[in-house]
Every structure is written in structure tokens, then in C-alpha cells.
């Protein structure tokens, strides 16, 4: 496989490295397309606090240094800028309008908290033990699926 749509950057706060070193290493390994999905900042709702995900304020320097990355390699690889996010129906119409606004080419559904990051959120590599959480969990995904805005 020669593609690569789910990549994630330092900023995200669980992954190491810089994007150069990344987009240098795929096209060593022969990736003829490589995307960066980092996690989104919360741009609406929910906090800013968490530190699985890049910093509202980092968004526009993500974004800035893809598109700089994809010009000075633009005759080894393909690159796009993207972003994993949770589909929270509460406020992802305005975050959709939002995250537009940067320039943001594609965007993968992960679904990580059992709710919408409110008290009592529970991550989902946790065993959900409620049966309503798994059912909200499940209902948000499945929604967010429907939404037809995750590649």
C-alpha cells in the first residue's frame, strides 16, 4: 500500500517527531501519498485542556507547516492536510465551519471519548461497563458515519 491518510505529529501530544521527519521516512518506505490526520484542537465546546490533541491555538501552524512541507517536497510526494475528530452533534456544524476556515482537506471519524468530553467522560480503550454510554458511544459513531464528511 502506498498511501497513508493517518498520521499524527507531536502535537497531538502521544506522538514524536517533526512532519519533515515523517514525510522523509515515507518516501524512503516508497508512500506515494501521505496524509497528516493529527487530533483536532477543540475549536467549539469542550475544553482545550485535554493533551491528546493540538492546541486551538497550534492549528494554523499545523496547517502552515504541511503546506510549506508539500511545496519543498512536492517531486517525491503527495501530501494532504487532514484531521481525526470526534463527531460530538452538540456543535460539530459550527466546528465543521470552523476547522474549514484553515484549510483543512479531509477529516477521519475517531471517536474517542464515550461522551462528549463532558464530567464522566470515559475513553473508549476502556471497556464501557454502562450500557447507555456504549449505546451513546455507538449512536455517535454510527451518526457521525451518516454525516458523509469522514473520508
Known sequence: ???????????CGH??????????RAITCGIEHLGFSDHAPRLV??????TSRMKAS?????????????EK?????????GLEIEYYPSYFSETLK??????????????????EERSGYQYVTAP??????????????VEGIHSRVFT
Open 45 to 50: 465546546g469542550g475544553n482545550d485542556k485535554i
Open 98 to 115: 470552523r476547522i474549514k476556515e484553515f484549510g483543512i482537506e479531509y477529516l477521519i471519524l475517531g471517536q474517542h471519548f464515550s461522551r
Open 15 to 24: 506522538a514524536t517527531g517533526l512532519p519533515e521527519e515523517y514525510i522523509q
Open 128 to 141: 464501557i461497563a454502562d450500557e447507555d454510554d456504549f449505546k451513546e458511544h455507538v449512536a455517535q459513531v
Open 73 to 81: 517536497y512536492k517531486d517525491k510526494i503527495d501530501l494532504s492536510i
Open 58 to 70: 497550534e492549528l494554523e501552524g499545523y496547517v502552515t507547516e504541511i503546506k510549506r512541507l508539500r
Open 1 to 11: 500500500m502506498n498511501y497513508n491518510f493517518h498520521t499524527h505529529t507531536y502535537l
